[in-house]
């Protein structure tokens, strides 16, 4: 007699993980020369103040809405006087189901500000050159370090309560 056995597959936690891209948009721009035409008349050397934040926003089970915004303020070092302005609300629409709690943080916080970064540096050099500057070019930045930096500031501030 043949004996028949029943084997049960399981599928690991990670392929229940679904993550996907729904839309990347901008969401908001503002681009401002405040001492125009006159900065255009002097040879100046560039100093560079940048902002970064994400913020997060819950559209329905599973979907959610990352915007990442980088503000980068450029002012004429020997004069302290502004240049340029420039803000990109860069947001992106995002599918996250089946992931924990730390995970989840970790992939809206990080991975997704990650995958909106590249726009948002894209948008901002083509527009400070249309501006009449030289283009800026944003180094690359580690979200991974800035997650990781918000998750210390959390627990610090947890800690002292």
Known sequence: MAQESKTEEK????????F???SIYVKDLSFET???PEIFKV???PEIELKISDELKTLQADVYEVVLTLT???KVKEKEQTAFLIEVHQAGIFTVKGFAKDKLSYMLHSYCPNLLFPYAR???SSLVA????QPLLLAPINFDTL????LKQQQDKQASK
């Open 147 to 150: 997650y990781a930096q918000r």
């Open 130 to 133: 249309r501006g009449g500057f």
């Open 34 to 36: 405040p001492n125009s």
């Open 72 to 74: 980068a303020t450029v």
């Open 122 to 124: 894209e948008l901002i």
């Open 11 to 18: 599928t690991p936690t990670a392929s229940q993980e679904q």
């Open 20 to 22: 996907g891209i729904q």
């Open 43 to 45: 040879q100046w050397q």
